[in-house]
């Protein structure tokens, strides 16, 4: 991806079919889905590809348990269709989890164990592994830090996992590869009417400062949790749709939780789930369920909340944690759509929806990552009917994302970049000290430091850290330290002078901070 020619694009296309508002996993997915009808289609966020909820999640790819306890089954039967879908076509990015849901009272196994062979049904002929029960021994061998007093054994099944953020640039990728148009770092400033119908948006490029009006037959709001600053900017009269919700995880040490096993807690003190999942060498566990009043592309963890986790990690297993085990702590803004019905986040739907204004403004929110794919095909049924576009099927179903490989990469650290994984390895044959570390702590290498920049649209230091490789994810205090070399190859590959490259490493010092407890 190259972010100069798509600048040029903006002087070149007279008028783009859909203009896409917003680079998290709902957005790519509409540019990917549109660009594969080929529809001519552009992209714009003004951070950072997933810079919000979409690289903040527990990083699973799941029908969502919880939402069959609910009795939500047509979400969960479209997520697990979902599931299925994306293990295929991102293998490099994707891999099937064993959960295991420890049993502490004597109906557990029956209750939870029937729900879960439900599970397994409803995902069909794309199911990833059977359910089983287990005994108490098979559960301290999977989870071998598990509580054991009361412990009557549990039950086994299968979810998927995966890299939200390196999926995201997946798809950014994905889109450029089938003809669409993404940028990062190009902020809406409004929106063009022509007797109240909408007609293309106003922007302006974050980082020289230069302004655009793009026209467009069909604009689509796919913000996120920001969904209705653009409905207010569309119409100040609009009321607001999503009733954000706060999620936080805890990163830890992989010794707090040794094993390959994730730990699934169906249903803790206050009806929220609890998991211990595996990830990169590390542990993450969450969530929380917190109603917020004002949403934030950095918001940060509460100190209830962090207390929350704790306390309840160390109520069902024996390898007690304290505040200064966390790695790294951090927040993501679920953009739950509004309900007359309910005042409780936790209980409001996961399922997406859809408006279009009178101005023809289409909107979508809601969702999680897992069905982002169906979202985008949605989205882009009813732009293309706005926007009066000829009407061609959705093809994504099948569609193989860049870097795809058959079966698992033998590419050891480089694994996540499929079959991109010997073009970096080449960067490395012609510049060795791309094959240094970027912090001896962790596996990630300098050649995705230039990898990055070259191929992937990364423009600071926090879009190299914080989401092409995951360091402030999963240590912020490493990525603190990083900075500085990462920030002397940026400033040879961006041509920054001094005083910008001092800058970009004091603002990135300055938002690890907010990722340590």
């Given amino acids: 991806m190259n972010r100069k020619d ?3 694009r903006f002087q070149e296309q007279r008028v783009w079919d859909l203009i896409i508002i917003g680079g998290g996993a709902t957005g790519l997915g509409i540019a990917v889905d549109a660009a594969t009808r ?7 966020e003004k951070d950072d590809f997933a810079k919000g909820t979409s690289s903040r999640s527990t990083k699973l790819v799941h029908g969502g348990v919880r939402y069959l306890a609910q009795g939500n089954i047509k979400l969960v039967r479209e997520a697990l269709h979902e599931r299925g879908l994306l293990l295929k076509n991102a293998p490099h990015l994707t891999r099937q989890q064993e959960f295991v849901m420890p049993a502490y009272h004597w109906w557990s196994k029956p209750f939870y164990g029937t729900g879960l062979k439900i599970y397994d049904l409803l995902s069909g002929k794309l199911g990833i592994g059977k359910t089983r029960f287990l005994g108490k021994k098979e559960v301290i061998e999977r989870i071998p830090v598990a509580e054991p007093g009361g412990l009557r054994g549990g039950i086994a099944y299968f979810d998927g996992q995966f890299d939200d953020a390196r999926l995201a640039v997946c798809l950014a990728r994905t889109a450029y590869r089938e003809g669409a148009s993404v940028i990062n770092h190009v902020a809406v400033e409004g929106l063009i ?6 007609k293309g948006v106003k922007v302006v490029d974050l980082l020289s400062g230069e302004k655009y009006d793009l026209q467009a037959r069909s604009v689509v709001n796919a913000t996120g949790v920001f969904a209705d600053w653009i409905l207010h900017m569309d ?18 040490e992989k010794k707090f939780f040794p094993g390959d096993s994730a730990l699934m807690i169906p249903s803790t003190s206050d009806g ?7 990830w990169q060498g590390r542990v993450i566990v969450g969530t929380t369920d917190t109603p917020v009043n004002e949403v934030s592309s950095e918001p940060r963890a509460l100190k209830e909340e962090m207390d929350f986790i704790i306390s309840h990690f160390n109520r069902y297993l024996t390898s007690k944690i304290t505040e200064k085990d966390i790695r790294s702590v ?8 509004r309900s007359a019905n309910s005042s409780k986040t936790s209980l409001l739907s996961r399922e997406h929806t859809i408006l279009v204004s009178p101005s023809g403004l289409v909107t979508i929110t809601g969702g999680k990552w897992t069905t982002y794919r169906k979202m985008a095909k949605d989205a882009v049924d009813n732009a293309a009917f706005v926007g009066k576009l000829v009407k061609r099927p959705c093809v994504t179903d099948t569609l193989r994302l860049v870097g795809w490989t058959e079966g698992k990469s033998d590419q050891g650290g480089l694994a996540l970049y499929g079959s991109d994984a010997g073009f970096i390895r080449q960067m490395i044959v012609e510049e060795p000290l791309l094959g240094e570390k970027i912090h001896p702590d962790l596996p990630d290498l300098m050649a995705e430091v230039a990898w990055a920049v070259r191929e992937e649209m990364a423009c600071t230091i926090e879009d190299v850290l914080a989401r092409r490789t995951r360091l402030l994810f999963l240590d912020a205090r490493i990525a603190s330290a990083s900075a500085y070399r990462v920030g002397d190859l940026l400033s040879k590959l961006l041509g920054w002078d001094a005083v910008r490259k001092e800058k970009e490493i004091e603002v990135f010092r300055e938002l690890c901070k907010g990722y340590l407890p």
């Fill in 235 to 252: 119409d100040p009269a609009n009321p607001p749709i999503v009733a954000p919700s706060q999620g936080v995880h805890l990163v830890l």
């Fill in 193 to 198: 009417k022509e007797t109240n119908k909408l």
């Fill in 330 to 337: 951090y927040a993501g803004l679920r953009p739950l759509v």
């Fill in 272 to 278: 929220r789930v609890l998991f211990a999942v595996p």
């Fill in 6 to 8: 798509v600048l040029a």
């Fill in 38 to 44: 080929g529809y001519s289609a552009l992209l714009l």
